[in-house]
Antibody
Framework: QLQLQESGPGLVKPSETLSLTCTVS??????????WGWIRQPPGKGLEWIGS???????YYNPSLKSRVTISVDTSKNQFSLKLSSVTAADTAVYYC?????????????????WGQGTLVTVSS | EIVMTQSPATLSVSPGERATLSCRAS??????LAWYQQKPGQAPRLLIY???TRATGIPARFSGSGSGTEFTLTISSLQSEDFAVYYC???????????FGPGTKVDIK
């Protein structure tokens, strides 16, 4: 059974870089059938897509965060990672990693099939 | 950016009753729409994709309909485990710019 698990510091100081890793088990991150992505949810608020990556390394980012976001993949470890630079209190959120369904005929990622449990990251000095 | 809106913000329903949730897109997303359920302290769970296709393991009491800009999620007979927040998400753009609605909270009347 597919499982995704986020890991990383729960507290980050303002202006520093938030770094999280998602470890995938029960499935291969190198599968050609899926994208992998990050979504965040500030406390008590809605969901925001951060970005997505294919196992080959192709990435897509939310334009609102693009200047600060880097998503990478490590197929040897079956992991993908998120870096968000120059964080402020507004970046405080639960961060989720997820697997996205990709349409084989078009190569387009669509919806978030499986989610990790999420990890709360607080930005505070 | 395609903006998603949902109504109502909160829906109070008695167990066993029918719940109808609405989602609207600021421009047509065809049938490229998914619904998720989120319970407190949990990650969202995929319910519906392609506007009307139930995800694996989702009970038949959940159904989705609509296309273009207007979508509906219906829960035919609410069970206690269905009280949660429901989000819609569009995936019409490529390159992607996935956007979610603000959510509808279904609580016990």
């Amino acid at each position: 059974q597919l499982q995704l698990q986020e890991s990383g510091p729960g507290l980050v100081k303002p202006s520093e870089t938030l770094s999280l890793t998602c470890t995938v088990s029960g499935g291969s991150i190198s599968s050609s059938s899926y994208y992998w992505g990050w979504i965040r949810q500030p406390p008590g608020k809605g969901l925001e897509w951060i970005g997505s990556i294919y196992y080959s390394g192709s990435t897509y980012y939310n334009p609102s965060l693009k200047s600060r976001v880097t998503i990478s993949v490590d197929t040897s470890k079956n992991q993908f990672s998120l870096k968000l630079s120059s964080v402020t209190a507004a970046d405080t959120a639960v961060y989720y990693c997820a697997r996205l369904w990709m349409v084989p005929s078009t190569g387009r990622a669509e919806y978030f099939q499986h989610w990790g449990q999420g990890t709360l990251v607080t930005v505070s000095s | 950016e395609i903006v998603m809106t949902q109504s109502p913000a909160t829906l109070s329903v008695s167990p066993g009753e029918r719940a109808t949730l609405s989602c609207r897109a600021s421009q047509s997303v065809s049938s490229n729409l998914a619904w998720y359920q989120q319970k407190p302290g949990q990650a969202p769970r995929l319910l519906i994709y392609g506007a009307s296709t139930r995800a694996t393991g989702i009970p038949a009491r959940f159904s989705g309909s609509g296309s273009g800009t207007e979508f509906t999620l219906t829960i035919s007979s609410l069970q206690s485990e269905d009280f949660a927040v429901y989000y819609c998400q569009q995936y019409n753009n490529w390159p992607p710019l996935f956007t979610f609605g603000p959510g509808t909270k279904v609580d016990i009347k």
